[in-house]
């Protein structure tokens, strides 16, 4: 099924927030190698002034992926999820994320289009602070795969 370009613009706002934890900040850094000790001591990421261990850059898709999954396989948006291959992903920040952050995603589809026979959907998320403040933004693009002819 081909995907409805009806829904670009379509938001969606998470009901639940996600708190950053500590050892999810040094798990994921673990997980993907990334050895700075802001990371991963406390004490190094105060004496660089963050309040405690600092996310690393990757890491608000370990918070993102399942929203953006629910929100992109509702019936209405028309992706066939057994189709699809991570087409790109981007990431910007106001402020780095670090534990104790308790962040909200407003989910938002940016684009649908065709491309040599497959479609491509590009959803943005933004993570919000408990304060109002904007913390970072998700750029996901997914490819479904068109049928084989």
Same mark, same amino acid.
């Given at each position: 099924?081909?995907?409805?370009?009806?829904?670009?613009? &379509?938001?969606? %706002? #998470?009901?639940?927030?996600?708190?950053?934890? *500590?050892?999810?900040? &040094?798990?994921?850094?673990?997980?993907?190698?990334?050895?700075?000790?802001?990371?991963?001591?406390?004490?190094?990421? &105060?004496?660089?002034?963050?309040?405690?261990?600092?996310? #690393?850059?990757?890491?608000?898709?370990? %918070?993102?992926?399942?929203?953006?999954?629910?929100?992109?396989?509702?019936?209405?948006?028309g992706l066939d999820w057994? *189709?699809?291959?991570?087409?790109?992903?981007?990431?910007?920040?106001? *402020?780095?994320?670090?534990?104790?952050?308790?962040?909200?995603?407003?989910?938002?589809?940016?684009?649908?289009?065709?491309?040599?026979?497959?479609?491509? %959907?590009?959803?943005?998320?933004?993570?919000?602070?408990?304060?109002?403040?904007?913390?970072?933004?998700?750029?996901?693009?997914?490819?479904?795969?068109?049928?084989?002819?």
């Amino acid at each position: 099924m081909a995907l409805d370009p009806s829904n670009i613009g &379509r938001e969606f %706002i #998470s009901d639940q927030t996600y708190l950053v934890g *500590r050892e999810k900040v &040094r798990e994921f850094a673990r997980a993907v190698g990334e050895s700075s000790p802001l990371c991963h001591d406390v004490a190094a990421a &105060r004496a660089a002034g963050y309040a405690d261990v600092v996310a #690393s850059t990757t890491f608000p898709i370990a %918070i993102t992926l399942e929203i953006v999954g629910d929100f992109v396989t509702d019936p209405a948006v028309g992706l066939d999820w057994s *189709r699809v291959v991570h087409g790109d992903q981007r990431f910007a920040y106001s *402020r780095p994320i670090v534990a104790g952050d308790e962040l909200q995603v407003t989910t938002v589809i940016e684009d649908i289009k065709a491309i040599a026979g497959n479609d491509m %959907i590009t959803v943005r998320s933004d993570l919000t602070a408990s304060n109002g403040e904007q913390v970072a933004q998700v750029w996901t693009s997914l490819v479904a795969r068109g049928e084989a002819a």
